[in-house]
Nanobody
């Protein structure tokens, strides 16, 4: 069993920064992708960023240049540094591990999820 736990969300003003953390524990795969998704009220869960085991990252167009994903392999933790936040970034943010190889952008291909952390950006 794999457990993921997000932290670091909060309420900030537009233009501010936040750093989210995702700690993993349990029987994680030997090499695995970590990804961040977000879901706003009434919206589909959408891909934000991912990083495969080798460190190659992928970003949604809406966050590229503002968000940075990173991983600390010694701590089994992934991070999402979010800069220049906008009101449209408001959502619950989830970290996830896929059940397939690579770094899929479809949330349906992810088997393990955290419970999410709320990010609210006021204008």
């Amino acid at each position: 069993q794999v457990q993921l736990a997000e932290s670091g969300g909060g309420l900030v003003q537009a233009g501010a920064s936040l750093r989210l953390s995702c700690a993993t524990s349990g029987r994680t795969p030997n090499t695995y992708t970590m990804a961040w998704f977000r879901q706003a009220p009434g919206m589909e869960r959408e891909f934000v960023a991912s990083m495969i085991w080798s460190g190659v990252a992928d970003y949604a167009d809406s966050v590229r240049g503002r968000f940075t994903i990173s991983r600390d392999y010694t701590k089994n933790t992934a991070y999402l540094q979010m800069d220049n936040l906008k009101p449209e970034d408001t959502a619950i943010y989830y970290c996830a591990i896929p059940g397939v190889g690579g770094a899929p952008r479809s949330h349906q291909l992810y088997d393990y999820w955290g419970r999410g952390t709320q990010v609210t950006v006021s204008s």
